[in-house]
């Protein structure tokens, strides 16, 4: 399920909130009381951007996991580019992940040269027993290479993305013997340590590129 809205009426807030979570091809459905933690209001009309203003921006949390590249990476004190956009995901996800890192790939591709200087792409995986450092770098090449892959302990990437508002919910086992990992599929922009806008997959490309240029301010 995808949600793309460019400004979002209260009446549409459960369904919003409700397709944070992805499926990723067979995952179960989001339970009523939202165990992600995602929060969402109308925003205000003169909103500067097309994708989700949260009513109250989430804060980078200081945690420390392992880049693709072998070294240890502390979300706060090793995130030093003006913006960050932070996706959860897994490199067997069939369906979503691939969506939402080609639109993140375009969108990247299409931000004006000191712009896209100033921006982060931080894909984190929410299947680390099958995501090593190496398979991490390989699949992100195939989007960008500048993208960087963070894995790590389950349990700290699990509170990492509850404090982004992002619901991992764990294996669903399939009758080939692999397993699919629930997830919520939404990128959160990140301005310093704050971030105060997020992308449902399916967000227009073009409107994601107008807002990383507000986070760059």
């Keep these: 399920m995808t949600w793309s809205p460019r400004?979002?009426?209260?009446?549409?807030?459960?369904?919003?909130a409700?397709?944070?979570?992805?499926?990723c091809s067979g995952a179960e459905p989001p339970v009523p009381d939202n165990p992600g933690g995602v929060l969402i209001s109308a925003p205000p009309q003169d909103s500067p951007y097309h994708g989700?203003?949260?009513p109250q921006p989430y804060r980078m949390p200081d945690i420390t996991l392992t880049a693709d590249n072998g070294q240890p990476f502390n979300l706060v004190s090793d995130t030093a580019y003006p913006v960050t956009l932070v996706f959860y995901g897994y490199s067997n996800c069939p369906d979503v992940c691939p969506l939402v890192l080609s639109e993140l790939a375009a969108a990247y591709l299409?931000?004006?040269?000191?712009?896209?200087?100033?921006t982060q792409v931080l894909f984190v995986t929410t299947d680390p027993a099958r995501d090593t450092e190496d398979v991490l770098r390989d699949y992100l090449a195939r989007y960008n290479p500048s993208f960087l892959g963070l894995t790590g302990g389950l349990a700290s990437i699990k509170r990492a993305a509850g404090d982004m508002g992002v619901p991992i919910q764990g294996i669903k086992r399939l009758p080939?013997?692999?397993?699919?990992?629930?997830?919520?599929?939404?990128?959160i922009g990140f301005r310093g340590n704050r971030a105060p806008v997020i992308w449902t997959a399916g967000t227009p490309v073009p409107d994601m590129v107008a807002d990383i240029e507000v986070l760059a301010g």
């Design 7 to 16: 400004r979002l009426g209260v009446t549409a807030l459960s369904l919003a």
């Design 18 to 23: 409700a397709a944070l979570l992805t499926a």
């Design 52 to 54: 989700v203003e949260l």
């Design 110 to 118: 299409q931000l004006p040269g000191s712009v896209r200087a100033r």
């Design 176 to 187: 080939s013997g692999g397993y699919d990992v629930g997830h919520g599929a939404q990128v």
